[in-house]
């Protein structure tokens, strides 16, 4: 049985960091490409930054570029999502997925592996 869990999330003032954390177990993680997606309510769910299965090649919204960094740890079976300078704009819930394909711009709910999400508040 397959499970991603999510961690890390929380509230924070603008300008602040967050570091969420995931951790797949149930399959073998270097197998898989692992990122976040992040949905605010009302708006659709959008992939926010994605990681190879070795880690080589890396994909950022732009407007996560320059503030947030993806890395994986496949000895840990755990992904990780560094967030600085936070905005407001940020606010979301955040979700992990494991999925046996790339480019994440075309993963969707029936893509992978999916957890049930972090809550990411930032206060303004």
């Known amino acids: 049985q397959v499970q991603v869990v999510e961690s890390g999330g929380g509230l924070v003032q603008a300008g602040g960091s967050l570091r969420l954390s995931c951790t797949a177990s149930?399959?073998?993680?270097?197998?898989?490409?692992v990122g976040w997606f992040h949905q605010a309510p009302g708006k659709e769910r959008e992939a926010v930054s994605c990681?190879?299965?070795?880690?080589?090649?890396?994909y950022y919204a732009d407007s996560v570029k320059g503030r947030f960094t993806i890395s994986r740890d496949n000895a840990k079976n755990t992904l990780y999502l560094q967030m600085n300078s936070l905005k407001p704009e940020d606010t979301a819930m955040y979700y992990c997925?494991?999925?046996?394909?790339?480019?994440?711009?075309?993963?969707?709910?029936?893509?992978?592996?999916w957890g049930q999400g972090t809550q990411v508040i930032v206060s303004s």
């Open positions: 149930g399959l073998t993680f270097d197998n898989y490409a």
């Open positions: 997925v494991a999925a046996p394909s790339w480019p994440c711009g075309t993963w969707n709910l029936k893509t992978g592996y």
């Open positions: 990681i190879r299965w070795s880690g080589g090649y890396t």
